[in-house]
């Protein structure tokens, strides 16, 4: 097997938590091209492990010192239907052909558990196998609209920590589109939905915030999973109750970890790797360490707000695509 991007990953500014322990990533695969079996042989060819739960449309296989990894045909009714059987032929049949339909239109996911970020680069051979499979990424549909998903664990869950992400991300999201070219099938879904400007705004006008401001202007603007940085799961492991009564959604798993769902899956690309889209979101980490220019950004965010027009988003972008690179953050 060829051994493409087989290098490390670069470190994020804070590497463990406020306990002391390393920070854990989890990354989530779609793409087609190869159907569910084929993808769970390739996993357990380079990564080892032990099959411990599987139905017609997911696959749990628990990985030693790695841990589960969840495979599966990307369709809430398939995975409902695959996890009671029908007890008759007919029924049997009629389950065949729903995954049979869905391996044409709907994408298998691969999701990855937490891992410690300093052993990310253990994860390069499963992506390989999967290229070398025949693994076919965004540009494969025009329907489905595959990506990759980063859940990054948070270094503290407080306010403070909290809300130099958001502005972080606040002032990035536009740049993040434009610079890393995401897929126009993605763009017009409604899945990466930006944060509206009036939210962008209203975050980086705060300096000293509370947990409860930072639910209430979040909840208010975005109710809703479809987020390019989606922090309902991180909003939820704080408080559980307060996120469900704003957003009735069960697949709202609460975690202490961002949810970023803008970068494509480029898998079938020679040179692709997953260290792609982890840059990215490394953008956003080193400027969220950086709380001076944070404050500096915000400044110069809400002084280019024209009269009646807003921000000149593609102004905003050339100024960030600069500011980032005379300051080596990119």
């Known amino acids: 097997m060829n051994?493409?991007?087989?290098?490390?990953?670069?470190?994020?500014?804070?590497?463990?938590?406020?306990?002391?322990?390393?920070?854990?990533?989890?990354?989530?695969l779609e793409f087609s091209g190869i159907d569910l079996a084929q993808t769970v042989d390739c996993v357990r060819a380079v990564l080892g492990g032990e099959v411990t739960a599987q139905t017609e449309a997911e696959v749990e296989l628990k990985v030693e010192g790695l841990g589960t990894f969840n495979l599966e045909i990307d369709w809430a009714y398939l995975k409902h239907m695959a996890a009671e059987p029908p007890v008759t032929e007919l029924g049997q049949d009629w389950l065949e052909l729903l995954k049979q339909a869905a391996e044409l239109v709907v994408p298998i996911e691969v999701v990855c558990p937490p891992i410690a970020v300093s052993r990310l680069v253990e994860l390069s051979p499963m992506v390989n196998a999967l290229k070398e499979a025949g693994a076919m990424g965004t540009e494969e549909s025009l329907i489905s609209a595959?990506?990759?998903?980063?859940?990054?664990?948070?270094?503290?869950?407080?306010?403070?920590?909290?809300?130099?992400?958001?502005?972080?991300?606040?002032?990035?999201?536009?740049?993040?589109?434009?610079?890393?070219?995401?897929?126009?099938?993605?763009?017009?879904?409604?899945?990466?939905?930006?944060?509206?400007?009036?939210?962008?705004?209203?975050?980086?006008?705060?300096?000293?915030?509370?947990?409860?401001?930072?639910f209430d202007a979040?909840?208010?603007?975005?109710?809703?999973?479809?987020?390019?940085?989606?922090?309902?799961?991180?909003?939820?492991?704080?408080?559980?109750?307060?996120?469900?009564?704003?957003?009735?959604?069960?697949?709202?798993?609460?975690r202490p970890a961002f949810h970023y769902r803008l970068p494509d899956c480029h898998i079938e690309q020679t040179d692709w790797s997953l260290q792609v889209p982890w840059s990215s979101w490394l953008v956003v980490e080193k400027l969220a360490s950086r709380p001076q220019d944070l404050k500096k950004l915000a400044t110069h965010f809400l002084n280019s707000e024209r009269p009646l027009l807003d921000v000149s988003r593609s102004d905003w972008v050339e100024f960030m695509d600069q500011w980032l690179q005379d300051h080596e953050l990119v």
């Open 218 to 254: 979040y909840l208010q603007h975005n109710p809703s999973r479809n987020r390019a940085l989606d922090l309902l799961p991180l909003l939820a492991e704080i408080d559980e109750q307060r996120v469900r009564r704003a957003v009735d959604d069960p697949r709202i798993k609460a």
């Open 146 to 214: 595959y990506g990759v998903h980063i859940n990054t664990e948070i270094p503290a869950l407080d306010a403070a920590t909290l809300q130099t992400y958001i502005q972080a991300y606040a002032l990035l999201q536009w740049w993040l589109v434009d610079t890393h070219k995401v897929d126009v099938a993605r763009r017009i879904s409604p899945y990466i939905n930006l944060y509206p400007e009036a939210y962008l705004k209203q975050v980086l006008l705060q300096t000293e915030v509370t947990m409860d401001q930072i």
């Open 3 to 28: 051994n493409f991007n087989a290098t490390a990953f670069e470190m994020p500014p804070r590497q463990n938590t406020e306990g002391g322990k390393p920070r854990r990533v989890g990354f989530e």
